[in-house]
């Protein structure tokens, strides 16, 4: 089993910067592929990025260049740099771990998941 804590949410105006971390328990951290996710209020779950145990990385469509994922497993740590942030950015945003599903965009997939962490981004 894998507990996943968020951290790094916050307040930002448009155009800026953040960094979130989903730091992960276990020894078998390693073996999980890993997803951010993100949901604003009234609307479904929505993928953000996803790295694979092969270290292969994808992203949602809307994202176009302004976010990054990226892992340490020596940390047991999943990153999100999220750049150029905009107000619809504005969200919960959820780590995940996944063990076998090939489905690295679909929320149902995933086996494990974070408490969340807010982010806010002012106009």
């Known amino acids: 089993q894998v507990q996943l804590v968020e951290s790094g949410g916050g307040l930002v105006q448009a155009g800026g910067s953040l960094r979130l971390s989903c730091a992960g328990s276990?020894?078998?951290?390693?073996?999980?592929?890993m997803g951010w996710f993100r949901q604003a209020p009234g609307k479904e779950r929505e993928f953000v990025a996803a790295?694979?145990?092969?270290?292969?990385?994808y992203y949602g469509d809307f994202v176009k260049g302004r976010f990054t994922i990226s892992r340490d497993n020596a940390k047991n740590t999943v990153y999100l740099q999220m750049n150029s942030l905009k107000p619809e950015d504005t969200a919960v945003y959820y780590c995940?771990?996944?063990?076998?599903?090939?489905?690295?965009?679909?929320?149902?997939?995933?086996?494990?998941w974070g408490q969340g962490t807010q982010v806010t981004v002012s106009s």
């Open positions: 790295i694979r145990l092969s270290t292969s990385t």
């Open positions: 995940a771990a996944q063990s076998g599903s090939i489905l690295y965009a679909s929320a149902p997939d995933y086996d494990y």
């Open positions: 276990g020894r078998t951290f390693r073996s999980y592929h």
